[in-house]
């Protein structure tokens, strides 16, 4: 079975532990969440979360100070979702996140929306693509770990 | 790890060994699947499978003439997809099959379409359902299995 797939807490880097925690309590909101998904070569986002209605919504997740001010795209992520969040942990100096922006405090076992992002709703044409491509992702992950000898990829490269 | 999530020969009924060949060969056409979906209370399609274009295929999967004989549903299955086809393995007396619907020949490891199904293509809304519900299902299985710990259901009940 792919390593890169299964998460483990030894082998899942600070921030996608942050990113596990904030998809349980996503999940828990009945919104559904695919990690590390590309909107657009070039972009990658920690987590897109798809909610019952449709919703949109991306989290970036920031374990440290270094981790966030290293980041130059993140405004690029704003035009693909109807709302954007931080996660951060306990311990990261929130004042740093600009005002417009949702924030959520998270560990690797669960996750609170502190301040919701605004809304700036998709277009129907790119939710369109979006719910496609996070559709696609999930699912060519689902099959290259119930069907390993298949030899797809994972979908993570 | 859900049992139930995972694929092996050993734990796959006949028509899931054919489900697991037909989601192969169509993975490597481009096209993404989702198995045992639900469009609907009371319908549950073998596979579900969306292209790139964002096509939607159903695909049933017979192991046997007494499978096909006792699925009085499979109509219903029709108003949910762009074409419909049958799966069966080389042994199958396809006369039974009707001739408006595709034929898949299919084992555990590959398949071959030999009829492809007629188009009738979805209703944009019911479309944007269709795809929706197989991001959802894709999305939860894939945490039920990349996080087992949080005790999500798999979305197979």
């Not at 919504?57 to 709302?83: I, M, N, P, T």
Request: glycine letters at 8%.
């Amino acid at each position: 079975m792919p390593d890169d797939l299964l998460q483990t807490s030894a082998t899942l880097q600070p921030g996608q532990l942050l990113a596990r925690g904030v998809c349980r309590h996503l999940r828990a909101m009945n919104f559904v969440c695919v990690e590390e998904l590309v909107p657009v070569r070039g972009l990658r986002v920690d987590v897109m979360a798809l909610g019952p209605k449709g919703e949109v919504w991306v989290v970036e997740c920031k374990s440290s100070r270094a981790d966030f001010q290293s980041d130059h795209k993140w405004q690029g992520y704003l035009e693909w979702c109807d709302r954007f969040f931080w996660a951060v942990d306990g311990d990261f100096p929130t004042d740093l996140l600009p005002n417009e922006t949702g924030l959520i405090l998270a560990d690797a076992y669960d996750a609170e929306i502190v301040r919701m992002g605004p809304e700036n709703k998709l277009a129907a044409a790119r939710r369109k693509v979006m719910v496609q491509k996070f559709a696609r992702t999930a699912a060519m992950r689902l099959q290259a770990l119930r069907d390993p000898t298949a030899g797809f990829g994972a979908g993570f490269g």
